[in-house]
């Protein structure tokens, strides 16, 4: 069955991409703790995955969104590298890893 044939899939999945891209901004926005930060962040970036292929589904370029969706993972890749060196840091001064204490670091 061709993915073209099913009308409600492209609801469901531009549906889910949003929900997963506000559950991430939510939690970037609201939490204090930077790993819960980092988690959002990287739910953020999976519905904007789940948006590229659904949009590559609905205008029949499908090898377009999936090369799009690599470049986007390879991105992603190298965000959550520098994020986790960033935590590293955060957390040898503040071992309890709050972003609102980071206001201190002057210098």
């Not at 589904?57 to 986007?72: F, G, N, T």
């Not at 840091?89 to 709050?98: A, E, L």
């Amino acid at each position: 069955m061709h993915l073209e044939t099913l009308p409600w899939l492209d609801f469901v999945n531009t549906s889910l991409s949003i929900f997963l891209f506000g559950l991430g901004l939510f939690c970037l926005l609201t939490r204090r703790d930077i790993i819960k930060q980092v988690i959002g962040l990287k739910i953020m970036l999976q519905g904007v995955t789940l948006s590229l292929l659904n949009a590559g589904i609905l205008h029949q370029e499908l090898r377009v969104a999936q090369a799009m969706v690599v470049s986007a993972l390879v991105v992603e890749t190298v965000v959550i590298a520098v994020a986790l060196a960033l935590i590293i840091n955060v957390f040898r001064h503040y071992p309890s890893g709050d972003v609102d204490q980071l206001n201190k670091l002057l210098g």
